[in-house]
Protein backbone atom coordinates (compact mmCIF):
# COMPACT_ATOMS: atom_id res chain seq x y z
CA UNK A 1 0.00 0.00 0.00
CA UNK A 2 1.20 3.54 -0.85
CA UNK A 3 2.37 5.51 1.86
CA UNK A 4 3.76 8.96 3.06
CA UNK A 5 7.36 8.74 4.02
CA UNK A 6 9.55 11.37 6.08
CA UNK A 7 12.79 11.62 7.08
CA UNK A 8 14.82 11.65 9.27
CA UNK A 9 12.40 10.37 12.56
CA UNK A 10 14.37 12.57 14.63
CA UNK A 11 16.43 15.23 14.38
CA UNK A 12 18.40 16.96 16.92
CA UNK A 13 19.61 20.38 15.74
CA UNK A 14 21.26 24.04 17.61
CA UNK A 15 19.44 26.98 18.07
CA UNK A 16 19.79 29.23 14.62
CA UNK A 17 20.51 26.20 12.62
CA UNK A 18 18.79 25.25 9.17
CA UNK A 19 16.94 22.50 9.32
CA UNK A 20 15.36 20.71 6.59
CA UNK A 21 12.66 17.87 7.01
CA UNK A 22 11.98 15.61 4.17
CA UNK A 23 8.56 14.01 2.63
CA UNK A 24 7.87 11.66 -0.18
CA UNK A 25 4.68 11.90 -0.89
CA UNK A 26 2.40 8.90 -2.72
CA UNK A 27 3.06 9.50 -6.12
CA UNK A 28 -0.49 10.73 -7.81
CA UNK A 29 -1.05 12.69 -5.28
CA UNK A 30 -1.39 16.78 -6.21
CA UNK A 31 -1.64 18.00 -2.72
CA UNK A 32 0.65 18.40 -0.12
CA UNK A 33 0.88 19.52 3.65
CA UNK A 34 2.73 20.39 6.78
CA UNK A 35 1.32 20.12 9.88
CA UNK A 36 3.24 20.32 13.42
CA UNK A 37 2.10 19.46 16.93
CA UNK A 38 3.79 20.47 19.57
CA UNK A 39 3.97 18.40 22.76
CA UNK A 40 0.51 18.34 24.29
CA UNK A 41 -0.60 20.81 21.96
CA UNK A 42 -3.16 20.40 18.92
CA UNK A 43 -1.75 19.06 15.82
CA UNK A 44 -1.53 22.45 13.57
CA UNK A 45 -1.94 22.96 10.08
CA UNK A 46 1.42 25.08 8.34
CA UNK A 47 1.09 24.92 5.08
CA UNK A 48 -0.74 23.61 1.83
CA UNK A 49 1.27 23.22 -1.73
CA UNK A 50 -0.59 22.86 -4.88
CA UNK A 51 0.12 23.43 -8.71
CA UNK A 52 3.91 24.65 -7.30
CA UNK A 53 3.05 26.96 -5.38
CA UNK A 54 1.60 27.67 -1.82
CA UNK A 55 -1.94 27.30 -1.57
CA UNK A 56 -2.13 28.62 1.62
CA UNK A 57 -0.57 28.82 5.24
CA UNK A 58 -0.85 30.06 8.33
CA UNK A 59 0.05 32.51 11.29
CA UNK A 60 2.91 30.33 12.30
CA UNK A 61 4.52 29.93 8.69
CA UNK A 62 6.34 33.04 9.02
CA UNK A 63 9.68 33.65 6.48
CA UNK A 64 11.96 31.27 8.55
CA UNK A 65 9.91 28.73 6.96
CA UNK A 66 9.71 27.80 3.18
CA UNK A 67 8.35 24.58 0.93
CA UNK A 68 9.87 23.33 -2.11
CA UNK A 69 9.21 20.08 -4.02
CA UNK A 70 12.69 20.21 -5.61
CA UNK A 71 12.43 17.22 -8.14
CA UNK A 72 8.59 16.26 -8.63
CA UNK A 73 8.78 13.36 -6.18
CA UNK A 74 10.06 15.23 -2.67
CA UNK A 75 8.63 18.06 -0.57
CA UNK A 76 10.71 19.87 1.85
CA UNK A 77 10.14 21.96 4.83
CA UNK A 78 12.99 24.24 5.61
CA UNK A 79 13.12 26.25 8.82
CA UNK A 80 16.15 28.62 8.23
CA UNK A 81 17.22 29.67 11.98
CA UNK A 82 15.80 27.40 14.34
CA UNK A 83 14.05 28.38 17.64
CA UNK A 84 13.69 26.61 20.63
CA UNK A 85 9.85 26.91 20.10
CA UNK A 86 9.92 25.48 16.66
CA UNK A 87 10.66 21.95 18.74
CA UNK A 88 7.61 19.79 17.70
CA UNK A 89 6.44 16.75 15.81
CA UNK A 90 6.13 17.75 11.89
CA UNK A 91 3.90 15.67 9.90
CA UNK A 92 4.12 15.38 6.08
CA UNK A 93 0.69 15.10 3.82
CA UNK A 94 -0.37 14.33 0.74
CA UNK A 95 -4.32 14.48 -0.60
CA UNK A 96 -6.42 13.03 -3.13
CA UNK A 97 -9.79 13.95 -3.48
CA UNK A 98 -11.56 17.18 -3.48
CA UNK A 99 -9.08 19.48 -3.03
CA UNK A 100 -7.26 17.15 -1.58
CA UNK A 101 -9.78 16.58 0.83
CA UNK A 102 -8.53 13.03 2.55
CA UNK A 103 -5.12 13.31 3.78
CA UNK A 104 -2.78 10.76 4.11
CA UNK A 105 -0.24 11.40 6.89
CA UNK A 106 3.66 10.37 7.08
CA UNK A 107 4.54 9.18 10.29
CA UNK A 108 6.11 12.63 11.21
CA UNK A 109 9.45 13.82 12.11
CA UNK A 110 10.76 14.95 15.56
CA UNK A 111 12.45 18.26 15.44
CA UNK A 112 14.42 18.58 18.66
CA UNK A 113 15.69 22.56 19.15
CA UNK A 114 18.70 22.68 21.83
CA UNK B 1 -13.59 29.79 10.99
CA UNK B 2 -14.38 26.00 10.93
CA UNK B 3 -13.58 24.34 14.40
CA UNK B 4 -13.64 20.96 16.55
CA UNK B 5 -14.02 20.14 20.12
CA UNK B 6 -13.22 16.91 21.49
CA UNK B 7 -15.13 16.74 24.69
CA UNK B 8 -12.77 14.01 26.73
CA UNK B 9 -9.21 14.23 27.19
CA UNK B 10 -9.04 10.69 27.99
CA UNK B 11 -11.02 7.60 27.42
CA UNK B 12 -10.42 4.62 29.50
CA UNK B 13 -12.99 1.19 28.80
CA UNK B 14 -12.34 -2.18 29.51
CA UNK B 15 -11.71 -4.86 26.92
CA UNK B 16 -14.90 -6.06 25.18
CA UNK B 17 -16.82 -3.28 26.14
CA UNK B 18 -18.30 -0.06 23.75
CA UNK B 19 -16.01 3.01 22.89
CA UNK B 20 -17.73 6.46 22.79
CA UNK B 21 -15.42 8.88 21.69
CA UNK B 22 -17.26 12.40 21.15
CA UNK B 23 -16.94 15.62 19.23
CA UNK B 24 -19.07 18.11 18.41
CA UNK B 25 -17.41 20.85 15.24
CA UNK B 26 -18.13 24.15 14.43
CA UNK B 27 -18.95 25.34 10.73
CA UNK B 28 -20.50 28.00 8.78
CA UNK B 29 -21.04 25.58 5.97
CA UNK B 30 -21.71 21.65 5.76
CA UNK B 31 -18.47 20.30 6.46
CA UNK B 32 -16.48 17.31 5.75
CA UNK B 33 -15.45 15.37 9.02
CA UNK B 34 -13.00 12.76 9.54
CA UNK B 35 -10.90 10.63 12.84
CA UNK B 36 -7.78 9.97 12.62
CA UNK B 37 -5.73 7.85 14.79
CA UNK B 38 -2.30 7.72 16.15
CA UNK B 39 -0.90 5.04 17.52
CA UNK B 40 2.40 5.59 19.95
CA UNK B 41 5.51 6.14 17.48
CA UNK B 42 2.84 5.88 14.00
CA UNK B 43 1.76 8.38 11.65
CA UNK B 44 -2.12 9.72 11.40
CA UNK B 45 -4.05 7.07 9.96
CA UNK B 46 -7.47 7.99 8.36
CA UNK B 47 -10.05 6.00 10.62
CA UNK B 48 -13.59 7.20 8.51
CA UNK B 49 -14.68 10.49 6.92
CA UNK B 50 -18.00 12.00 6.42
CA UNK B 51 -18.26 14.18 3.35
CA UNK B 52 -22.19 15.31 2.99
CA UNK B 53 -23.38 11.39 1.93
CA UNK B 54 -24.36 9.10 4.09
CA UNK B 55 -25.07 10.00 7.84
CA UNK B 56 -23.81 7.19 9.31
CA UNK B 57 -20.50 6.34 8.53
CA UNK B 58 -18.38 3.18 8.58
CA UNK B 59 -14.33 2.69 8.96
CA UNK B 60 -11.49 0.66 9.71
CA UNK B 61 -11.43 -1.88 12.65
CA UNK B 62 -14.76 -1.60 13.24
CA UNK B 63 -15.35 2.40 14.23
CA UNK B 64 -18.14 4.04 12.97
CA UNK B 65 -19.31 7.72 13.13
CA UNK B 66 -22.65 9.83 12.52
CA UNK B 67 -22.81 13.04 11.12
CA UNK B 68 -25.89 14.91 13.29
CA UNK B 69 -26.76 17.92 12.39
CA UNK B 70 -28.92 19.27 14.55
CA UNK B 71 -26.46 18.27 17.47
CA UNK B 72 -23.32 19.57 15.47
CA UNK B 73 -21.67 16.06 16.53
CA UNK B 74 -19.59 13.60 14.82
CA UNK B 75 -19.04 10.95 17.84
CA UNK B 76 -17.21 7.88 16.91
CA UNK B 77 -18.10 4.78 18.43
CA UNK B 78 -17.21 1.04 18.19
CA UNK B 79 -19.23 -2.02 19.49
CA UNK B 80 -16.40 -4.45 21.18
CA UNK B 81 -12.75 -2.68 22.63
CA UNK B 82 -10.00 -4.69 21.12
CA UNK B 83 -6.56 -3.68 23.31
CA UNK B 84 -5.00 -2.65 20.02
CA UNK B 85 -7.64 0.05 19.86
CA UNK B 86 -5.72 1.99 22.41
CA UNK B 87 -4.12 5.03 20.70
CA UNK B 88 -4.61 8.71 20.42
CA UNK B 89 -7.74 9.82 18.23
CA UNK B 90 -8.15 12.93 16.53
CA UNK B 91 -11.56 14.57 15.45
CA UNK B 92 -10.81 16.95 12.17
CA UNK B 93 -13.14 19.12 10.08
CA UNK B 94 -11.95 20.40 6.95
CA UNK B 95 -11.33 24.03 6.21
CA UNK B 96 -12.66 24.77 2.06
CA UNK B 97 -10.60 27.19 0.36
CA UNK B 98 -9.40 27.74 -2.71
CA UNK B 99 -7.01 25.57 -3.86
CA UNK B 100 -6.94 22.88 -1.55
CA UNK B 101 -8.21 21.79 1.79
CA UNK B 102 -6.96 22.68 4.92
CA UNK B 103 -7.53 20.38 8.20
CA UNK B 104 -8.38 21.85 11.77
CA UNK B 105 -7.73 19.36 14.57
CA UNK B 106 -9.24 18.59 17.70
CA UNK B 107 -6.94 18.49 20.70
CA UNK B 108 -7.45 15.00 20.73
CA UNK B 109 -8.74 12.06 23.27
CA UNK B 110 -6.49 8.81 24.51
CA UNK B 111 -8.02 6.09 24.52
CA UNK B 112 -6.88 3.49 26.75
CA UNK B 113 -8.23 -0.30 26.94
CA UNK B 114 -8.11 -2.20 30.41
CA UNK B 115 -8.09 -5.54 30.24
Known amino acids: EPEVTQTPSHQVTQMGQEVILRCVPISNHLYFYWYRQILGQKVEFLVSFYNNEISEKSEIFDDQFSVERPDGSNFTLKIRSTKLEDSAMYFCASGVGERGAEAFFGQGTRLTVV | AQSVTQLDSHVSVSEGTPVLLRCNYS??????LFWYVQHPNKGLQLLLK??????LVKGINGFEAEFKKSETSFHLTKPSAHMSDAAEYFCVVSDRFQGAQKLVFGQGTRLTINP
Open chain 2, 50 to 55: YTSAAT
Open chain 2, 27 to 32: SSYSPS
